[in-house]
């Protein structure tokens, strides 16, 4: 008879084992201890509000000022109090990487102190951001290696912001991004003259964005099936782009996000097709011949998908001219910094 001693070895191994295999069948984790996040219908208890708001506006995408302007990640509610109602959650890395940027004068942003943590998932180069936090660990600097998990700071409600993040909504500010371009600092030199880049590369504007809540709901529902590359090709598209370009930096560092066209391959690539979700992202890349591209344009809108457009009023990327589509200043701006 195998004793009880031993049934409760073999289970803790094969718990142990079974969250190896989820850990790797899932590459990101909540980086706090809120498993709230993971209620598919309700985050009341799992997303800080604006004020006089409800929970979905600490949710991402265009969930503020009416649906007019885009929240760009969740904001993940405090769980644990010191004896003042100050928030005391660890926040710990999502996944493994690299620190690429640490921000520890909270007056410099609305982020407050943040930091930004770089992981190469599926070939994917993808970012997270971690704001608001109260410190970061003392230990990290940019080039620091970090583990899913590990401890990278404590929560709390740091902003340069005109209202104060009140002690009830203390979060931290999490956010799933594409980096855009690594010759960000120049093209801000010389299209955004006279404003000011306290952050270099990690500027804002800078990333693009995918909706955190929905992948750790679809991690959490396909298990060993889920993959990082196909979640963020299948996010809503808004639009798709022809760009006259053969080759630059955002092409080269997300191979992973292009399709093969044996067309472009037998005659040679003159430009991309991008496709972007409303938000800015984008998702998927199609090289092409230039038998393939109808416009002399350098840059054109292919087409538009109106479900999408209608869906996210913050976008503001394109805008329709009679019966075609254009993009508006920030959509050019945005293809811009991507083909810079």
Request: contains cysteine; hydrophobic residues 40%.
């Amino acid at each position: 008879m195998v004793s009880a001693g031993v049934h409760r070895v073999v289970l803790q191994l094969l718990l142990g084992l079974g969250g190896l295999f989820c850990s790797q069948a899932q590459p990101f984790s909540i980086p706090t201890a809120n498993r709230a996040v993971l209620s598919p219908v309700d985050g009341t208890m799992a997303f800080a509000p604006t004020p006089g708001r409800d929970w979905h506006s600490g949710t991402f995408g265009c969930v503020r000022s009416e649906g007019h302007q885009f929240h760009e990640g969740i904001d993940i509610l405090s769980i644990a109090r010191d004896r003042k109602g100050e928030p005391t959650d660890p926040v710990m890395a999502a996944a493994d990487g690299t620190v690429v940027y640490v921000n520890r004068k909270s007056g410099l942003s609305n982020y407050g102190n943040y930091l930004v943590v770089e992981h190469v998932i599926e070939r994917l180069p993808v970012y997270t951001l971690y704001a608001h936090l109260k410190e970061v660990a003392s230990r990290l600097a940019p080039g620091t290696r970090v583990k899913s998990g590990e401890q990278v700071g404590i929560l709390g409600r740091t902003s340069n912001t005109r209202q104060a993040i009140t002690k009830d909504r203390a979060h931290v500010h999490f956010e799933l991004t594409l980096f855009l371009s690594d010759r960000y600092d120049a093209w801000h030199t010389k299209f955004m003259a006279g404003t000011r880049n306290d952050h270099g590369l990690w500027n804002g504007q800078n990333m693009a964005g995918v909706d955190p809540w929905k992948l750790f709901l679809a991690q959490s529902k396909e298990g060993a099936q889920f993959s990082l590359r196909r979640f963020i090709q299948t996010q809503p598209e808004l639009c798709r782009v022809v760009v006259r370009e053969k080759d630059f930096p955002f092409a080269r560092r997300y191979g992973a996000l292009i399709d093969r066209n044996v067309q472009a391959e037998k005659e040679g690539v003159a430009g991309y097709e991008i496709a972007l979700t409303c938000h800015g992202a984008p998702i998927r890349l199609i090289p092409r011949a230039e038998s393939e591209l109808k416009s002399k344009a350098h840059i054109s809108v292919l087409g538009v998908n109106p479900p999408v457009f209608g869906s996210c009023p913050c976008s503001k990327l394109v805008t329709k001219s009679g019966s075609s589509w254009t993009l508006t200043a920030k959509g050019e701006r945005l293809i811009g910094l991507l083909t810079y």
